[in-house]
Nanobody, 124 residues
Framework: QVQLVESGGGLVQAGGSLRLSCAAS????????MGWFRQAPGKEREFVAG????????YYADSVKGRFTISRENAKNTVFLQMNSLKPEDTAVYFC?????????????????WGQGTQVTVSS
C-alpha cells in the first residue's frame, strides 16, 4: 500500500496551464502503475491519463489527448500531470491512483490506492 498526496491544483483562466503532482510514500512506488482521474460535481469519476511502472507507456482519455502529459520520477516517488490549454470543462477534483497488478489504465476499479484529490477550476 502507498499513501498518495496530490498538490498543484488551483484557479486558472481558460487557455492556461497547471502542473499537478502526486507524492507517494513507501519504497515500492516503482512497482505501481499510476493514473490520474477527475470528478466534476454531479458526474462520475472519469479517467484522464495513465502511466506504466517504468514510465515507458502512457495512455490518455480522448478529451485531454494533446493537451495533458503524464510523467513520473521513480527516484522521487512522484507522478505529474502537466495540463495545458485548459478549458472550463476540465474543472474537477483531480485524483491520482496507483495499482500493482496489470490491467487497463482507464478502469478506476482496478486501482488499489487513491489520494484525496486536488481541485482544479478553469474560468472562462
Amino acid at each position: 500500500q502507498v499513501q498518495l498526496v496530490e498538490s498543484g491544483g488551483g484557479l486558472v483562466q481558460a487557455g492556461g496551464s497547471l502542473r499537478l503532482s502526486c507524492a507517494a510514500s513507501g519504497r515500492t512506488f516503482s512497482s505501481y502503475a499510476m493514473g490520474w482521474f477527475r470528478q466534476a460535481p454531479g458526474k462520475e469519476r472519469e479517467f484522464v491519463a495513465g502511466i506504466s511502472r517504468s514510465g515507458a507507456i502512457t495512455y490518455y482519455a480522448d478529451s485531454v489527448k494533446g493537451r495533458f502529459t503524464i510523467s513520473r520520477e521513480n527516484a522521487k516517488n512522484t507522478v505529474f500531470l502537466q495540463m495545458n490549454s485548459l478549458k472550463p470543462e476540465d474543472t474537477a477534483v483531480y485524483f491520482c491512483a496507483g495499482r500493482r497488478a496489470s490491467g487497463a489504465f482507464y478502469r478506476p476499479g482496478e486501482y488499489d490506492d487513491w489520494g484525496q484529490g486536488t481541485q482544479v477550476t478553469v474560468s472562462s
